[in-house]
């Protein structure tokens, strides 16, 4: 253990390795920080780049793309009041009213040192709490792992989107596409039409360069009220030097929030398909709850910021705990990651951290070192920052789309995967519109096929079909699964009460006024 | 409930609509994963799985469909509104049209030239009209069509594709 530790080590902490990933978490920071690039799309495109790498180097990167990535949507939320990242909607709130009330520079340090601490405490939680789990995990049959991913699978669709149905059919949609090749038991083909185009199935990533960056990107284009508000608003000005010291004692002062933002977001990582984007809103909103002044929040109270920048930065190490102890990916960025792990010849799984030691130590060592990183390059390059963010929407879009281009094609060096990329990214976009959430859909061509290899698995080894109920993990994991749609119902019900409610006063107030007016 | 303008009826319908493609498309799928070769080897074939999946859209959409109409009733969009949101996506569909463009390309004008055009037209068509964003666009379209060819070519010796003429 000791030996894969150093040899851990030794990997992340070569030059050339700390300098790609200082690298990389400047590019993560700067992605995120553009409105409409999403953390997702950053770590996509960065994986070509990493083919070429040793595994250990290359997930290293990656690694420091997604921590500076989690803080990076911070600047254009403190500079512009635009999230740059849906992880950073909650920091708005406080971060732009601070910032305009002439204190960038305290802003941007309060968020740079909270998502720091948030990182650190999520790496923490990360080494205590996967190894036992993936200790238990290899003990699964495929029936436990067949339910796992049914619950999986549950949650992801009760969590994303307006409408649980949409849900429930967008992730079915992802499975569905993930049959199309070959079989992942026998190899026999399935669903290809003659077409050689799909005879090596639909690759995941092409899925979700498409689904997700090119949906995106293209939806960036419409004309929107964020867009205007974008164009139309001047940079704020003031006192930008980042008064480190103060922000570290003021915070430290009042650890509770930061502990408990940083908790919330490693347990919302945890659960697959929840992540930085609900965290920063749930701590938020746990802060201001506990706050003693509730009535300060929305307009520049610090803790605020530090709530919502510990709790969207802590999801990564909660979202890692599935990925490493389970194989199972939590979000579309660890999918990537996992895709990143599996291209360099690594089988993801339990077993993963006892044949890899020495990879699953480097990604806790690379985690922690990509955290320094982002506090000390957020903080010394706060003012190159404001500049990026005025990078024209006119550049942005189709600068990116042409590296979703390199990135699809990279990835097997084959042509064909162009033309699916602009299939795949046309349809995404569509169904992006008809509010079809994309996130399960991804899921599910991710988790799609581990589900049926361990579905006939288990059925290979034995035709009763009771085992997945009398066995009590599986049984556990089917139960909840039962009991995440349940409840996913009951609160899409009481939501759409809700908002009837809201609807109804509204319209009375109004027709109040226009009495009153009258 | 029924909407009340054409405009906000217009997603509901289209909503419906994708119901009825997703479901005949599902219900095609699941029968002709019905009729792969059931395995000696093992209880369940190649083709029960996806079975089970598309049957399940299929389901799941009649479902959505029925309880769509139950709640609010049948949308009544116009064709005027759809093609005034159409008009309205312009800047998105001619994106859309030149990056399919350029992906069908790919193959025969090779990635430089591919992507310089790409970029060129694209930016073009977004930018405003000012002599200087003229150069700002020729200047993007070469960094990043040259750039990554070489990048990838020497770095890491991944050949992005070249012309065939």
């Known amino acids: 253990m000791m030996d894969a530790f150093l040899l851990a080590l030794g990997g992340v902490t070569e030059p050339y390795t700390l300098m790609l990933m200082a690298v990389a978490t400047f590019a993560g920071i700067v992605a995120a920080a553009i409105p409409g690039f999403t953390i997702t799309m950053a770590i996509v495109l960065t994986l070509p780049l990493t083919f070429a790498m040793p595994p250990m180097q290359g997930i290293a990167v990656m690694l420091s793309v997604y921590v500076g990535g989690l803080s990076g949507g911070l600047f254009s939320a403190a500079l512009l009041g635009i999230p740059g990242t849906p992880s950073a909607v909650a920091t708005t709130f406080d971060a732009f009213p601070m910032a305009r009330s002439g204190q960038p520079g305290r802003a941007l340090s309060l968020g740079l040192f909270a998502s720091f601490v948030g990182s650190l405490i999520s790496i923490v939680v990360l080494i205590v709490a996967a190894p036992p789990l993936a200790l238990l995990a290899v003990k699964l049959g495929p029936w436990e792992y067949f339910a796992l991913i049914v619950f999986a699978l549950t949650i992801i669709a009760s969590l994303v989107g307006d409408s649980l149905l949409r849900g429930l059919i967008a992730g079915l949609i992802g499975i569905g596409i993930a049959t199309i090749g070959p079989d992942p038991l026998m190899a026999r083909e399935r669903f290809t039409f003659g077409y050689e185009l799909l005879t090596a199935g639909i690759p995941f990533l092409v899925v979700l360069i498409g689904m997700y960056a090119m949906s995106q990107l293209l939806s960036e284009l419409e004309p929107t009220s964020a867009s205007q508000q974008a164009s139309s608003s001047s940079l704020v000005s003031g006192d930008m030097r980042p008064h480190l010291w103060d922000v570290v004692m003021s915070t430290l002062r009042k650890p509770f929030n930061i502990v408990r933002s940083s908790l919330l977001g490693v347990f919302i990582g945890a659960v697959p398909g929840a992540g930085s984007s609900i965290s920063n809103l749930v701590a938020y909103d746990q802060a201001k709850r506990a706050s ?223 009495v009153s007016q009258e | 409930m029924e909407r009340k303008s054409p405009d906000a009826a217009l997603v509901p319908t289209l909503q419906l609509a994708s119901y009825v493609v997703l479901a005949t498309g599902a219900i095609f799928m699941a029968s002709r994963a019905g009729s792969l070769p059931a395995s000696r080897w093992e209880p369940m074939g190649a083709g029960t799985f996806p079975q089970l999946i598309f049957s399940s859209i299929a389901v799941l959409c009649v479902a959505a469909f029925i309880m769509e109409l139950a709640k609010r009733g049948i949308p009544r969009t116009t064709l005027h509104s759809a093609w005034r949101r159409l008009v309205a996506l312009k800047s998105v569909l001619v994106n859309l049209g030149l990056f399919i463009a350029y992906m069908i390309s790919m193959p025969f004008a090779g990635f430089i030239l591919g992507t310089f055009c790409y970029l060129l037209l694209a930016q073009l068509f977004l930018a405003p009209r000012r002599p200087v964003t003229l150069l700002i666009v020729v200047g993007v379209a070469l960094l990043f069509s040259i750039g990554p060819y070489y990048l990838f070519a020497d770095v890491f010796s991944i050949y992005l594709p070249r012309a065939k003429w």
């Open chain 1, 292 to 514: 003693k002044h509730p009535e300060t929040f929305g307009k520049g109270e610090p803790e605020g910021v530090v709530a919502s920048e510990a709790g969207n930065s802590s999801t990564v190490g909660g979202s890692l705990i599935p990925l490493i102890s389970l194989g199972i990916p939590g979000s579309p960025a660890d999918a990537v990651l996992m895709a990143a792990i599996m291209v360099h010849g690594i089988s993801i799984g339990p077993r993963l951290i006892l044949d890899h030691p020495d990879l699953v130590y480097s990604m806790f060592i690379a985690m922690a070192v990509a955290s320094f990183f982002m506090l000390f390059i957020g903080i010394l390059m706060m003012r190159a920052f404001m500049r990026l963010l005025n990078v024209p929407k006119y550049i942005v879009v189709p600068v990116v789309l042409a590296c979703c281009a390199i990135g699809t094609y990279t990835l097997n060096n084959r042509l064909s995967d162009l033309y699916l990329l602009a299939a795949i990214g046309t349809i995404g976009y569509l169904m992006k519109k008809l509010d079809y959430p994309l996130a399960p859909l991804v899921l599910g061509v991710v988790l799609g096929p581990i589900a049926e290899t361990n579905l006939r698995r288990a059925f290979q080894t034995s035709a009763d079909w009771t085992l997945f109920f009398t066995r009590p993990i599986s049984a556990l994991l089917l139960t909840l699964a039962v009991v995440s749609v349940a409840y996913s119902i009951y609160s899409y019900i009481r939501q759409r009460r809700l908002l009837a409610q809201r609807a109804e006063a509204a319209q009375n107030s109004a027709y109040q006024d226009g």
